[in-house]
């Protein structure tokens, strides 16, 4: 049984991409700061009828990296070697000051958040997907990734670190059977919009696992 670990994982998009792989046949770890959030999550998601996703939770902060290490360890001690990685954690508001008010200080947060935990996170699965043969490993960001917004120094400084480590993973995985994408969702995600709901984005998420083509997506026009 293949494996789907979803770092960041809600009752939006986290829950969408969980109910699109598991209709493929992925079990699925979610890892998101709150046990008792994650665990109620895995438990709808295993209710759901002949629509019913084996799924478990794991609590860890994408920010202390030994808390990230051991979740997905637990992950893959319960449920077998990650074949998917998705990381798409939602970045604090704080995060978000305009650049002439932000300080050294106020880049800590978003630089853990958007490299350390990926970089842990990446080089935690990487082992797994490389005996297995095969690996996906799906960054999703917010559109400052691409087009920094001078009220949002953290993440567009951060998103665009965390971007050009997933395009240097890209190319130097490739060769070994291990696709690195990134999907990028400008503004909100809406449910019931034609692009932007997550039932969509999560089928969007499986094409570029199933399709293995380039790096970068975008789930709509950056001015949407």
Known sequence: MSTLAIIGAGPGLGAAVARRFGREGYDVALISRDQNRIDALAAELGEEGDE????RGFA???????ALTAALD??????????VLQYSPVPHRDFMRPVLETTPDDLVGPVEFS?????TAVRNVLPGMRALGRGTVLFVNGG?????HPDRAGTSIAFAAES???????DSLTAEGIHVA?????GAIIPGHHKKDPAVLADTLW????????????ADDLDS
């Open 144 to 148: 400052t990734a691409v087009m920094p």
């Open 164 to 170: 050009a480590y997933g395009r240097l993973l890209h």
């Open 52 to 55: 019913g996703v084996t799924a």
């Open 60 to 66: 860890a902060d994408v920010r202390d990296p030994k």
């Open 115 to 119: 490299v350390y935990g990926p970089v």
């Open 182 to 186: 990134q999907l990028i969702i400008p």
């Open 74 to 83: 637990a992950a893959t001690a319960t449920l077998g070697p990650i074949e």
């Open 207 to 218: 094409t570029l696992h199933e399709e293995r083509d380039g790096f970068r997506h975008f």
